[in-house]
C-alpha cells in the first residue's frame, strides 16, 4: 500500500513540475475582430438563436405548445417544414 502511494505521489510531481511549453499569444492574421473567429461564425449564431425564438413564439401562439428538442437542434426549420407539409 505504501509502495503504490509512493508511486502516485512520484507521478504527480512529476506533472505539477514538467516544463510547460505553451505560450499564450495572438494569432497573426485573425479575423475582421483581431481573433480567430469570423464576423459570419456570430452573425450564423445570432440568426439560428432568432429562428428559434421566432419558431417557438409562433408554435406557442397558435398551438400553445413548446418546440421539441429535435425543432430547436435544427434552429426552427423542422417546426417550418412540418407546418408547410400540414397545409
Not at 418546440?67 to 400540414?86: F, M, P, S, V
Amino acid at each position: 500500500m505504501f509502495k503504490i502511494k509512493f508511486v502516485a505521489v512520484a507521478v504527480a510531481a512529476a506533472v505539477a513540475f514538467a516544463p510547460v511549453s505553451a505560450v499564450a499569444q495572438r494569432v497573426p492574421g485573425g479575423g475582421v475582430f483581431g481573433g480567430s473567429s469570423s464576423a459570419s461564425g456570430v452573425i450564423g449564431l445570432a440568426g439560428c438563436v432568432l429562428s428559434i425564438m421566432i419558431a417557438a413564439t409562433d408554435k406557442g401562439n397558435r398551438y400553445k405548445k413548446e418546440l421539441t428538442t429535435d425543432e430547436a437542434i435544427t434552429c426552427g426549420l423542422l417546426y417550418w417544414l412540418k407546418e408547410a407539409n400540414r397545409r
